[in-house]
């Protein structure tokens, strides 16, 4: 059963056309599924993110105006900082652009329990899902809702960039994976994914799982994914030991993948590395490959942490 969460929600749209807390003259509101297929909801969990949520949430807001009616849900759980504070401060700029920005306190932290929550108070049937750590490109929205017009089962994701790292280690382990067939081969869909009312009824709530991502990614076909050019920059975590404990926490999500839904794993489409694959890459990047082996081989000699890792 979902915990009880605390809402605190912006006031209702503001257009500039209307004064401010004035309801819609009758019979110019929209039927509400009309209403709801013109709306692209953005869901973004958000723990302790006080230091990050007010870039991600300033990109949403530069937006183009290819975005289209734009509402944005942010599920601040488990917090002991001020995120939702933050997020609520930046309201009005939304409010300006004629969108909504809703904010909702959970007590419980979990990703999945958050993303559910977000779910469960958006109104459009066009939903992305993203980290409160990742940066939009203006023209990423907009290029996402024109990706996802088909009315048949679809996802998609913009271009991944990995943030510039502060740390030696995790820059030459960051050059080594945007090299593999998996970043190369397009929509991966770290920390950004969206997907259309056909692609959203590919599942329920999201599952108690670690990798929530590859779990959705995953209802799709190589086919039904999408790339678009418009980029979004993607953080790694800084330095060795944080490194090898995200690394050990993601392989645990695939395993757990693999356990608890085997028939998604058939759908990943993408070519494993192999060994003449390696030996490329060592050749091209010698010293970034012997950072990055040296990450796996860490990350696999013992169990994962318990706790969550993230990205960065």
Known sequence: MTEPSRTVQTDAV?????????????????????????LLSVILPASNEAGYIGACLAALCAQDAAAGPLEVVVVANGCHDDTAARAQGVAPDFETRGWRLRVIERAEGGKTRALNAGDACARGTLRVYLDADVICAPE?????????????????????????????????????WTRLPFVTGGAVGAGL?????????????????????????????????????AAYRWPMVEGFAPLVRVRRRQDAGVDELRRLHPALMAKEGKAPLGRAGALRLFAAAPVSFLVYATVLAAARSRRPDSDWSRGR
């Open 14 to 38: 503001v257009r500039p056309a209307r004064p401010r807390h004035t309801e819609p003259r009758k019979g110019r509101t929209l039927p509400p599924a009309q209403h709801q297929a013109e």
């Open 140 to 176: 990423l929205l907009g290029q996402l809702r024109a990706a996802l017009a088909p009315d048949r089962p679809l996802y998609a994701t913009g271009r991944l960039e990995v943030a510039p790292a502060r740390s030696w280690v995790t820059r030459r382990f960051a050059d080594l």
């Open 193 to 229: 994914f969206a997907v259309n009312a056909a692609g959203r009824a590919r599942w329920g709530e999201f599952p108690d799982i670690i990798s929530d991502d590859t779990f959705a990614r995953l209802q799709f076909s190589p086919q039904e994914r999408i790339e678009v050019p």
